[in-house]
């Protein structure tokens, strides 16, 4: 019987892209390699606020029939910090309104969005260090936006799958290394296995 992984998204268009490999990735570091990881595309998420009111339809739908269910989400400088609201608590507080079956629900939040985790593997092209990239509450559109090429916009995913694949093909430690959500969400999910 393989392992079955949804994951939620605020918009599967794009984010499917990036997240659905990574959550991949874990799996295999974890020992399921074989591991069966679906993006929900129904219903149809736009955006965090819809996700959060959503999240206990996506859980009565999909957990029932999952091991594990991620909400992987943008935290677009919205973390706890300096005052500012924190969209993990949000989320974790909304779906503490839901009634729960067998799998486990995990969360992750992209510092500050999931093409974050896409930009790691190309970071020796980008015009700032590392650290200013993680910290820019737009990284999408500085950093992510100008490294697509013209037949990236010709493609579905937008230059998502390219840039990925880069980000992971010095193996998951080093994604974990630059985006150090992944291992929290790495030993979450270890920690259930």
């Known amino acids: 019987m393989s392992y079955k992984v949804a994951v939620a998204t605020e918009d599967h268009t794009l984010d499917q892209y990036i997240v659905g490999p990574v959550v991949r990735a874990v799996m295999a570091a974890i020992g399921k390699p074989k591991a069966v990881v679906h993006v929900i595309t129904n219903p149809r998420i736009r955006g965090f606020d819809d996700l959060r009111a959503q999240a206990c339809e996506i859980v009565a739908k999909y957990a029932p029939i999952m091991n ?3 909400f992987a989400i943008d935290l677009d400088c919205q973390d706890g910090q300096e005052g500012r609201p924190d969209r993990l608590v ?3 507080n909304a779906l503490q309104h ?3 079956d067998k799998a486990a629900v995990l969360t992750v939040g992209a510092v500050n969005e999931v093409e974050i985790w896409a930009l790691w593997g190309s970071r020796g092209e980008l015009p700032d260090g590392w650290e200013t990239v993680r910290a820019e509450c737009h990284p ?3 950093y992510f936006e100008p ?3 013209r037949e990236d916009l010709l493609k579905p995913d937008r230059g998502r799958k390219r840039l990925i694949e880069s980000s992971l093909a010095g193996g998951l430690a080093s994604l974990v290394q630059g985006c150090g959500e992944i ?3 790495r030993d979450a999910l270890e920690n259930h296995v």
């Open 140 to 142: 999408k559109e500085i």
């Open 147 to 149: 490294l697509m090429t």
């Open 183 to 185: 291992g929290g969400f």
């Open 68 to 70: 594990v269910l991620v």
């Open 98 to 100: 839901c009634a729960l």
């Open 90 to 92: 949000r989320l974790g």
